[in-house]
């Protein structure tokens, strides 16, 4: 019997694929749900599933008759009570449909309990769950509660530790405890103090998760670039560096180097703002050809504020210059003023000293800076 297994197996696979496709087809056509077994109908009805969802999830759950909804009548009432809508609830039923069949004491309640008494808020316990509803499956004692216990002892509050689940929710069912700890102790060896660790966890978790012979290799390649692991610019260069192979940080230089900097400028732009070396190519040609181009500004500008290639051509740079331009052919600009820190300013900031202060002297200059057509406004 043994031999035929694959094929046995093969063949349930093909049929519960023909029996959705042909219960689809036939639904559309107008046979109505009656013609749908009670399981799709169900799944329809009180889960939200759409027809073809029903159909995938009822083949993953063992037969599920009119008398017999108890136990996924008490699954979908105890989400409820927890805070999941209907969006939510057929979201979870379609990724992990088995769900329907756990028992609400003894499986669900202890689980979302716990996450809850730990200090995740509400609708962060049911977005964990809906990004990974596997963690629904795993063992609260052997895999739940020693992960969130790994995560709280490096995290300084609960509000870190909900800060990095919201950014990886996948924290809570991936993470290998080995690996994660050597990974923090990695940042400890290297200097890096405990409070700028939890920071990182809470800002950008997923650089934990990376292999621990590659963590090593990118703090020893930071440390050795001049970073300083006690401030706080160490830490994203480690994750800038963490998310990239060795390859990859060589091609981000070259891209660099074929625009006109040299490699000793291009370190000094990555120790100043180590993201500037995560942007994609079109994005940093694009944001040079505007600099260089239409500000009419020389490439070694750049070297020492290396933090304006990260803002967005369309909806900061481009806006404001608009405004400066405005500003400067009305004399309204020191001539002393370097119109790069323009680009820096704070939004509130730049809105109260170069549009509001001069909202006289230049009729219309906030719709410029919004984008607001003067023609289209006079309609």
Same mark, same amino acid.
């Given at each position: 019997?043994?031999?035929?297994?694959p094929l046995?197996?093969?063949?349930?696979s093909?049929?519960?694929?023909?029996?959705?496709? *042909?219960a689809?087809?036939?639904?559309?056509?107008?046979?109505?749900?009656?013609?749908?077994?009670?399981?799709?109908?169900?799944?329809?009805?009180?889960?939200? +599933?759409?027809?073809?969802?029903?159909l995938?999830?009822?083949?993953?759950l063992?037969?599920?008759?009119?008398?017999?909804?108890?136990?996924?009548?008490?699954?979908?009432?105890?989400?409820?009570?927890?805070?999941?809508?209907?969006?939510?609830?057929a979201?979870l039923?379609?990724?992990?449909?088995i769900?329907l069949?756990?028992?609400?004491?003894?499986?669900?309640?202890?689980k979302?309990?716990?996450l809850?008494?730990?200090?995740l808020?509400?609708? +962060?316990v049911?977005?964990?769950?809906?990004?990974?509803?596997?963690?629904?499956?795993?063992?609260?004692?052997?895999?739940?509660?020693p992960?969130?216990?790994?995560?709280l002892?490096?995290?300084?509050?609960?509000? !870190?530790?909900?800060?990095?689940?919201?950014?990886?929710?996948?924290?809570?069912?991936?993470?290998?405890? *080995?690996?994660?700890?050597?990974?923090?102790?990695?940042?400890?060896?290297?200097?890096?103090?405990?409070?700028?660790i939890?920071?990182?966890?809470g800002?950008?978790?997923?650089?934990?998760?990376?292999?621990?012979?590659?963590?090593?290799?990118v !703090? %020893?390649?930071?440390?050795?670039?001049?970073?300083?692991p006690?401030?706080?610019?160490?830490?994203?260069?480690?994750?800038?560096?963490?998310?990239? !192979?060795?390859?990859?940080?060589?091609?981000?230089?070259?891209?660099?180097?074929?625009?006109?900097?040299s490699e000793?400028?291009?370190?000094?732009?990555?120790?100043?703002?180590p993201?500037?070396?995560?942007?994609? %190519?079109?994005?940093?040609?694009?944001?040079?050809?505007?600099?260089?181009?239409?500000?009419?500004i020389?490439?070694?500008?750049?070297?020492?504020r290396?933090h304006?290639?990260?803002?967005?051509?369309?909806k900061r740079l481009?806006?404001r210059?608009?405004?400066?331009?405005?500003?400067?052919?009305?004399?309204?600009?020191?001539?002393?003023?370097?119109v790069?820190?323009?680009?820096? +300013?704070?939004?509130?900031?730049?809105v109260?000293?170069?549009?509001a202060?001069y909202?006289?002297?230049?009729p219309?200059?906030?719709?410029?800076?919004l984008?607001?057509?003067?023609?289209?406004?006079?309609?």
């Open positions: 019997m043994g031999r035929y297994a046995r197996t093969l063949f349930l093909s049929s519960k694929r023909l029996f959705a496709s *042909g689809t087809t036939l639904y559309r056509a107008g046979s109505g749900s009656n013609a749908l077994p009670f399981a799709v109908q169900y799944l329809m009805k009180s889960c939200g +599933l759409p027809l073809d969802s029903a995938s999830a009822a083949s993953k063992r037969e599920l008759g009119r008398d017999d909804t108890e136990k996924p009548d008490s699954v979908i009432s105890y989400l409820r009570s927890c805070g999941f809508n209907k969006t939510h609830i979201a039923v379609g990724k992990q449909p769900v069949s756990m028992n609400v004491d003894r499986i669900l309640k202890p979302i309990q716990f809850s008494e730990i200090g808020p509400r609708d +962060l049911v977005n964990v769950i809906i990004r990974n509803p596997q963690v629904m499956s795993r063992s609260l004692d052997a895999h739940i509660k992960r969130c216990e790994l995560l002892e490096y995290c300084k509050d609960a509000d !870190t530790l909900a800060a990095a689940l919201w950014r990886c929710s996948q924290l809570l069912v991936h993470v290998d405890n *080995g690996r994660f700890g050597r990974n923090v102790e990695c940042l400890i060896e290297s200097g890096m103090p405990k409070d700028k939890s920071r990182l966890i800002m950008q978790p997923r650089v934990l998760l990376h292999s621990s012979d590659w963590m090593v290799w !703090t %020893k390649f930071v440390k050795g670039l001049g970073f300083d006690k401030a706080l610019m160490f830490g994203h260069a480690v994750c800038v560096m963490a998310s990239m !192979t060795e390859a990859t940080w060589r091609k981000r230089i070259d891209i660099f180097k074929s625009i006109g900097w000793e400028e291009v370190f000094v732009m990555f120790r100043r703002q993201y500037c070396l995560a942007s994609s %190519k079109d994005k940093l040609l694009r944001v040079v050809d505007f600099f260089v181009n239409t500000v009419e020389e490439l070694k500008a750049l070297v020492g290396p304006l290639l990260l803002y967005g051509i369309d481009r806006p210059y608009k405004v400066i331009k405005a500003l400067a052919s009305k004399n309204l600009l020191s001539e002393k003023k370097n790069l820190t323009l680009f820096a +300013l704070g939004e509130k900031k730049f109260k000293n170069y549009i202060k909202k006289d002297d230049v219309g200059l906030m719709d410029m800076y984008g607001v057509d003067a023609m289209k406004k006079g309609k």
